[in-house]
């Protein structure tokens, strides 16, 4: 018997490995996402420290200059933190555009994947039942050469 060949093959393998090069790009997308993520917690961490500190400092007395660099510096981070927060939504938005390209690569693999398990399917059925008749065959020859071979003897 022969075997099982898918003629669209090639086209299944190509589609595999264009489904897991956008896999890595979603990866890296929430690696890069992750990091963004924690820079943010860093910037609310020192922001917060700052907070108290000031908060300690201005119960004493402080000189003018102290508190202009402390409120330059609180407004450094909340803009460092605007920019961390507009980058974390593109990346989110560029993420969300490769899982969606993911969607699609997968469902063009998963497409070929069935017409591949149908025809298997298919070729499966036509197997059976060539291998059914090849039994048949053989069958009725054997009971043909014992009935021959018992009639021929009693003769």
Known sequence: MKRFSFKLEALLE??????DAVKLRLAEKNRLLQSLGAEMEALHAKLSDLQFSQKMRRST??????????????????????KK?????????ERE?????????SR?????????ERRYRAWRHEMKIKEQAAIDDISQTAYARRRNHVGGGLA
């Not at 409120?71 to 909340?78: D, I």
């Not at 555009?97 to 690569?105: F, G, H, K, Q």
């Not at 063009?108 to 591949?116: H, N």
């Open 61 to 82: 007395a402080d000189n003018v200059d102290s508190l202009r660099q402390s409120v330059a510096y609180r407004h450094r981070l909340k803009l460092e933190m605007l």
């Open 97 to 105: 555009n490769v899982r969606e390209e993911l969607i699609s690569t």
């Open 108 to 116: 063009r693999r998963r497409a070929v994947e069935l017409l591949k």
């Open 85 to 93: 927060g507009r980058d974390i939504d593109n990346l989110r938005e």
């Open 14 to 19: 190509a589609r595999a490995r264009e489904e």
